[in-house]
């Protein structure tokens, strides 16, 4: 590979990946919130009577979301050739006596890289599970009118209906409170894990060079589990709770 043997050949790599990674974080943090106000800007559009506007902006955001997820996958790909780049180097001669610092850094490239990844496609999900669920409430609602329309009689059968639609949307709106917040927490807490990825690092570096500080490290790493699997349960539980209460 040309170049490969250059001493600033890494730095270069490194460069390019951490360039990329804030680009992917931006775009990312920017794709969560267009998927968080999606459902939000429907509802405030739910009591309009003009048919051309929901058109119009539903068609706006719909461009938005394609156009943000080209650019992150994008991303996403040429920070994986990046990552390739940073292996192959590894494996070249010459890096034999640097390549279990290589091999570190290495890997918290991939890292992160499998996490924007993961969270990239989980987002994007729920904002076509968002959109699958309003229009199918749109069509309800559609229908709703029709019959209001050709009828003209607020018979018993229309007001059970119009009831229990009330109730979905109720229901519907409380959904999105949940996934705004948990988004919100979600978001938060990346910001977090980055924070501590780097403070880990240096602390493994401390930890290497005084074996005391590494048997501390190993208890706080084992406490930190300890409290990750009783905060994932809490949280599971209020989510449990939540939609019990929600289609109850």
């Known amino acids: 590979m040309a170049g490969i043997g250059s001493s600033n050949y890494w730095e270069d790599l490194r460069k390019q990946a951490r360039q990329l990674e804030n680009e992917l974080d931006l775009k990312l943090v920017s794709f969560s919130k267009l998927c968080t106000s999606y459902s939000s ?11 051309t506007t929901p058109l119009l902006n539903n068609s706006t955001q719909d461009r938005m ?9 994008q991303l996403l790909a040429k920070l994986t050739a990046v990552n390739d780049k940073m292996a192959e180097y590894t494996n070249a001669p010459g890096t034999a006596s640097l390549n279990a610092a290589l091999m570190h850094t290495l890997q918290r490239h991939r890292d992160i890289l499998q996490d924007y990844t993961h969270e990239f496609h989980k987002t994007k999900g729920n904002f076509l599970a968002i959109r699958e669920r309003e229009d199918l409430l749109g069509s309800v609602r559609k229908d709703i009118e029709t019959y209001k329309s050709g009828s003209g009689v607020n018979n018993r059968r229309t007001e059970l ?3 229990e639609h009330e109730h979905l949307r109720n229901s519907d709106r409380l959904m999105d409170d949940t996934i705004s917040i948990a988004m919100a927490t979600k978001e938060n807490m990346t910001s977090q894990r980055g924070m501590l990825k ?4 240096r602390v493994n570096t401390l930890a ?9 490290i190993q208890r706080i790493n084992l406490r930190k589990r300890r409290d990750s699997l009783i905060l994932g349960t809490v949280i599971g ?3 449990i709770l939540l939609l019990l209460y929600a289609f109850h």
């Open 161 to 163: 209906f119009l009831k």
């Open 198 to 201: 780097s403070i880990q690092s």
């Open 208 to 216: 290497n060079r005084f074996p005391t500080i590494n048997n501390l």
């Open 65 to 73: 979301f394609d156009t943000m997820s080209v650019e992150i996958e």
């Open 41 to 51: 800007s429907r509802d405030g559009r739910r009591g309009e009577t003009s048919d």
């Open 237 to 239: 539980v209020c989510t």
